[in-house]
């Protein structure tokens, strides 16, 4: 019983430390690009007489990326 549990606490220990190592995040500084798609579905999102895409979608996403 005691060997199982020290193996227990080793496969933790080693998937702790192998999810630290091969974590894949960009750092801070470097900016993140999202693409993303548009469609005409008034009010949710549509081409304003400027061309530019307003409404419901285009202001959360402009929102999200602030943060």
């Not at 933790?12 to 801070?28: E, K, R, V």
């Amino acid at each position: 019983m005691r060997e199982y549990r020290l193996s227990i606490i080793i496969a933790c220990i080693s998937a702790a430390l192998f999810s630290l190592f091969c974590a894949n995040t960009p750092a801070a500084s470097d900016p993140l690009t999202v693409r993303v798609g548009a469609y005409e579905n008034s009010p949710k999102i549509f081409t304003g007489t400027s061309g530019e895409y307003i409404g419901i979608f285009p202001d959360l996403l402009a929102d999200i990326a602030q943060t």
